[in-house]
């Protein structure tokens, strides 16, 4: 009795896991057949190869030009992000600094609470009034100011964690504050700065609503939009380009995460995705 | 920790929060304080209103609460998160968990990698992926099923939605609750098996007591996420007639398309009051867990 119904669960959950690979496979079968295609449909089949797409991609007066502006406003909002909150972090940590706790509390609040698709017309209006609309330094302030309290949260649970032995030890040595922040502090918390750097640039890379609403000049557009408007503009998809370019524009993100949790493991943080 | 063990000084310690903080201020406060201004009055994109806006008071809120296009994306908005945030990605993230406790190996890293590939990808790219597979003409799932010219995105769009918002975002789900059962003795399972439980009475009477403020914090977060989430926008944006409108797009389209700026920000501002519930309830589960840790250590 307890045999068959041993057996029946083992039957039952290996059922239910092939039904799980299916479902999350099956939408991704074509990103990887089509791009290869000479002759790609909307359906997956199985491709004649060419690899004519990739150099259709380079003839796209947009499609090259996308990629380096994701890299610009990821890496540009990356950096601010990390610079910023590994500071404010750093002194949150070890200084008490006067309504740190609320603050604290506040920055976790605001962090969830205000996102983009409610603070969208006031984001709107006052990149227009500052005249940031179609410019890289307007989407990198405003996606940093939207990924820094998540940041500054994360860093300083991750520095709380560090002992302060070094640091004292190099300060009876006579370092400078700064020379101690350089030379001690940085290198011990590196891991946790990589972290919140390949998070920021994965979020900017990935993120649509922010870029599509700041950014009217095709030619300063990331991928994101650029790929939207290749598939909505003029009605006809153009598949070639669609398929090889979403290819193009995944590969480093995938790479980033595979590089993070290999070498650091995926650590489980609640809310890093936003 | 309080130590300034470099000796920064609290003059310094406030000089490194500030950038920070003034960035915070001007591109996430200020905006979610000027929304409460901006829909109190019939501030437009263009036209007269544009040069000269009006405070009209309450006025763009009577509206919007009694406007039947706000109500039904409302309401859309609501199954969207019913549907897809508490029964498709917690259900089925909790089911992928508790089948796959205990198992190593290859199985596991596919599932698992495939879960999660379909979290990692952008938004632009998994939409169209979603368009290719649910294509009228040819579509992988027409082909699939043999129903050819079945068109889902016209004629379910947001039940289309739904599943594809349940394919892009379990991989949370499906972690946080892959942690939580680690916190599940294999014994006390054990135990109830050999006194004859069933699969149902041991969820309900081992697993449900311990992973119950897992479970809480899973559902406020992916709530408030999905609540948010502007990526179907790619897929449907909204249509057909507006029959997948959920709350994000009507902002977009009333406000930003349609140049209603004041009224797209009174809309907002309910937005943002519904994440502030959210997050409160998630904050204090928060500090109600720390405040049960620090006793049961005491």
């Known amino acids: 009795m307890n045999t068959v119904r041993h057996v029946l669960g083992r039957l039952a959950s290996a059922v239910f896991l092939a039904l799980v690979v299916g479902f999350f496979a099956l939408p991704m079968l074509w990103l990887a057949s089509a791009p290869f295609d000479a002759t790609p449909s909307i359906t997956v089949s199985i491709p004649e190869f060419t690899l004519a797409n990739f150099r259709a991609i380079l003839d796209n007066p947009y499609a090259l030009g996308s990629i380096g502006n994701s890299l610009i406003q990821a890496g540009g909002a990356a950096l601010i992000v990390v610079v910023l909150a590994a500071l404010a972090a750093y002194a949150l940590s070890r200084v008490r600094v006067p309504g740190r706790d609320a603050l604290l509390y506040v920055l976790l609040l605001l962090s969830s609470v205000v996102t983009g698709t409610a603070a969208m017309v006031p984001i709107f209006e006052l990149a227009t009034r500052l005249n940031l609309v179609d410019t890289h330094i307007g989407v990198i302030l405003v996606v940093s100011g939207g990924l820094l309290p998540a940041a500054i949260f994360i860093l300083k649970d991750f520095m709380d964690a560090t002992p302060t032995s070094y640091e004292e030890s190099a300060r009876v040595f006579g370092a400078s504050p700064l020379q101690i922040l350089r030379h001690i502090v940085v290198p011990v918390v590196r891991p946790g700065l990589a972290t919140i750097a390949v998070w920021a640039m994965a979020s900017v890379w990935g993120g649509f609503l922010m870029q599509y609403i700041l950014l009217r000049d095709p030619a300063k557009s990331p991928s994101a939009v650029i790929l939207y408007t290749l598939y909505t503009e003029g009605g006809q998809p153009n598949l070639d380009l669609i398929s090889t370019f979403s290819l193009l524009y995944s590969l480093p993100v995938v790479l980033m995460y595979l590089f993070v949790s290999g070498r650091y493991g995926f650590r489980f943080h609640g809310g890093i995705k936003q | ?298």
């Open chain 2, 1 to 298: 920790m309080n130590t300034d063990a470099a000796g920064l000084g609290r003059s310094r310690a406030v000089g490194f929060v500030l950038p920070a903080l003034v960035l915070i201020g001007v591109f996430l406060v200020f905006p979610a304080l000027w929304t409460i201004y901006l829909g109190l009055t019939d501030y437009r994109l263009t036209g007269l209103a544009a040069a000269d806006p009006q405070v009209v008071g309450a006025d763009n809120y009577t509206t919007a609460l009694g406007d039947e296009r706000f109500q039904s994306s409302l309401w859309l908005s609501v199954q969207y998160v019913l549907g897809s945030a508490i029964i498709g990605q917690a259900g089925l993230g909790f089911a992928i968990a508790w089948v796959m406790r205990g198992r190593r190996g290859p199985v596991r890293r596919v599932v698992e990698g495939l879960v999660l590939l379909s979290w990692i990808l952008p938004s632009s790219v998994v939409a169209f992926l979603w368009i290719a597979l649910l294509d009228r003409d040819g579509g992988t799932l027409n082909v699939l099923l043999n129903t050819p010219g079945a068109a889902w995105l016209l004629d379910h769009p947001m039940l289309s939605i739904i599943v594809f918002n349940t394919w892009r975002g379990t991989a949370f789900s499906m972690m946080l609750y892959a942690a939580a059962l680690e916190n599940v003795p294999p014994s006390h399972l054990e135990t109830a098996r050999l006194a004859g439980a069933s699969t149902f009475q041991q969820l309900r009477d081992v697993v449900l007591p311990r992973i119950k403020g897992h479970i809480l914090t899973n559902m406020l977060l992916i709530s408030l996420w999905t609540f948010n989430d502007f990526t179907p926008f790619l897929i449907t944006a909204g249509g057909p007639e507006g029959r997948s409108e959920i709350l994000p797009f009507y902002v977009y389209t009333t406000a930003l398309r349609g140049g209603q700026l004041g009224f797209g920000a009174a809309v907002s501002f309910l937005i943002l009051l519904i994440n502030l519930v959210f997050a409160l309830a998630y904050l204090r589960l928060l500090r109600n867990r720390d405040r049960d840790l620090r006793e049961a250590v005491a």
